[in-house]
């Protein structure tokens, strides 16, 4: 078999194994639609959710998941990790999911930048940061956690911010906000100033010079 016979077999596993992928995820789609379904019919105060917010909400967090792996931006367990929250989120509120994917990319742009002076100042620094899921939870624990209740509370979907109709919707949606800003500011702000600051930080708790990273 010669060189672009085999160039040509990959790319024909390739994709064949995408569309497997693809076949799978609808299928898997379509049986949460049914869940959906059976369930706001059993309960009738459920409302179901379309089959394509399922797809969404299983094809978009896989795909950044597994190019964050093929990136080292995540490890296995990160990978993982990230899908559950990257789901969760994304069903809940696409608004959710679109704050959560500008803080990932971001995260792991800055956690790149100067890898060469964040390797000599830290032993730990792991190539493009693969972040575990214990990482992965701290940072999206909490707006999982709202998400959820988000969900329980007003369904899935998006609501528009109003005190006045929507006033404990409102709460969960800047509460969870809030919660990735949060993560966000704290990870920037170790990533940038690691490499910018001339002095050693401090603790915010005792005010102690520590070592950089």
Known sequence: MSYYQEDFFREYLKMMANMVILNLLICISLAFWIVSMTASTYYGTLRPISPWRWLFSVLVP?????????????????????LVVGFILTVANYSFF?????????????????KDIKKQI????????????????????????LA??????????????????????????????GALACSAGDTWASEIGSVMSKSKPRLITTWEQVPVG
């Open 62 to 82: 896989l795909i950044i998941a597994t190019q964050g792996f093929k990136k080292k931006s995540l490890d296995h367990s990160g990978a993982l990790g990230g």
């Open 98 to 114: 679109s704050s959560l994917f500008v803080f990932f990319v971001t995260s792991s742009k800055l956690t790149k930048w100067k």
């Open 122 to 145: 830290d032993s730990e620094y792991k190539e493009g940061g693969q972040r575990n899921w214990v990482q992965v939870f701290c940072n999206g624990g909490v707006p999982t956690e």
């Open 148 to 177: 959820l209740l988000y969900m329980i509370e007003n369904g899935p979907g998006e609501i528009p911010i109003d005190f006045s109709k929507e006033y404990t919707a409102s709460w969960m949606c800047l509460s969870l906000l």
